[in-house]
C-alpha cells in the first residue's frame, strides 16, 4: 500500500466521521465545527490530488468565509439544542433505506460505469497547475467569471434588504 | 496513486450523509449546512474527474460552485435570520405558513 494510499484513507477517513458528526451532534455549534473538519479533510484531498489552487480556495473561502458565516449567525441567534421532535415512523423505516439507496444507485453509477472505469488514476505528474487554470479562468470562462461579480453583488444587496430591520 | 474511483465513492458517501442530515435535522441552520455537505461532495467528484481526464475544467467549475456557495450562504443566512425573528424558534416545523 503506498504512502497517498495510505493518507487518502486516514483523509477519508476524517471527511465521513465528520459528516456523521454532523448528523449526531444535536447543538449547531457542533455540527457547524464537524463540517469545517470535513472541508479541512476535503482540502488535503484536494493536495493530495495536485489541485493546490483549489485547495487554498476551500480552506479560506469555506473553512474561512462561509463557515464563519455560520457560526457568526448561530451565535447571533442564541441557538440551543435541537429540540427532539417526534417524525413519523414511515420517515424512520422507509427514509434511512431510501437514503442508502440513493446513496448506493449515485456510487454504482459513478463507480461502476465503463466510462469511469476507462479513467486513468490521478496521476499528480499531470497535475494541472495554477497558471493553466487562471489562463482558463480569464480566457474561456471569462463571461460567467464576470458575471459571478454581479451575482456576490446582487446577494449582498439581497442578505442586506433581508436582515434589516423593518422599522 | 489513488484511483479515481475511490475518491467519486466518497464523493457519493459524503452526498449521501448530506441528504440524510438534510432530511433528519431539525434545526434550520444545520439543514443550511447540509447543503454545503453536499455541494462539497460534488466538488470532490469535480475535482477527480478532472485530474483523471488532465483538464483543469473541472476545477474552474469547483470556482464557481464555491462562489455560488458562498453568494447562497450570504442570502440563506439572511432568510434564516428573517424566519428566527418572525416565528422565534429555528425549528423547521414551526416554518409551515405555505403548507395547506
Do not use: C, W
Amino acid at each position: 500500500m503506498s504512502a497517498e494510499l495510505v493518507i487518502f484513507f486516514v483523509l477519508a477517513g476524517i471527511a465521513v466521521f465528520g459528516a456523521v458528526n454532523l448528523i449526531v451532534q444535536r447543538h449547531p455549534i457542533h455540527s457547524a465545527l464537524s463540517l469545517i473538519v470535513v472541508m479541512v479533510a476535503l482540502a488535503g484531498l484536494y493536495l493530495l490530488m495536485g489541485a493546490e489552487f483549489v485547495a487554498a480556495v476551500q480552506i479560506i473561502v469555506y473553512g474561512g468565509a462561509i463557515m464563519v458565516l455560520f457560526i457568526f449567525v448561530i451565535m447571533l441567534l442564541n441557538a440551543g439544542e435541537e429540540e427532539r421532535t417526534n417524525f413519523s415512523k414511515l420517515a424512520l423505516y422507509a427514509g434511512i433505506p431510501l437514503a442508502v439507496a440513493v446513496t448506493g444507485l449515485i456510487a454504482a453509477s459513478m463507480v461502476g460505469s465503463k466510462a469511469a472505469a476507462a479513467l486513468p488514476a490521478a496521476a499528480p505528474d499531470t497535475l494541472t497547475s495554477t497558471r493553466a487554470l487562471s489562463t482558463l479562468l480569464f480566457t474561456e470562462f471569462v463571461y460567467p467569471f464576470e458575471l459571478t461579480s454581479f451575482l456576490i453583488l446582487v446577494a449582498i444587496l439581497g442578505a442586506i434588504v433581508l436582515a434589516q430591520r423593518e422599522n | 496513486m489513488v484511483p479515481t474511483n475511490y475518491y467519486l465513492l466518497l464523493s457519493a458517501i459524503l452526498f449521501g450523509l448530506g441528504i440524510v442530515a438534510f432530511v433528519f435535522k431539525r434545526n434550520i441552520i444545520t439543514i443550511f449546512m447540509a447543503i454545503e455537505l453536499m455541494l462539497n461532495a460534488v466538488n470532490l467528484a469535480f475535482v477527480a474527474f478532472s485530474q483523471a481526464l488532465g483538464r483543469p475544467d473541472g476545477e474552474v467549475f469547483v470556482l464557481f460552485v464555491i462562489i455560488v456557495a458562498a453568494a447562497e450562504a450570504a442570502v440563506g443566512l439572511g432568510i434564516i435570520i428573517l424566519t428566527a425573528r418572525n416565528r422565534r424558534s429555528l425549528n423547521v416545523e414551526n416554518v409551515n405558513l405555505l403548507k395547506l
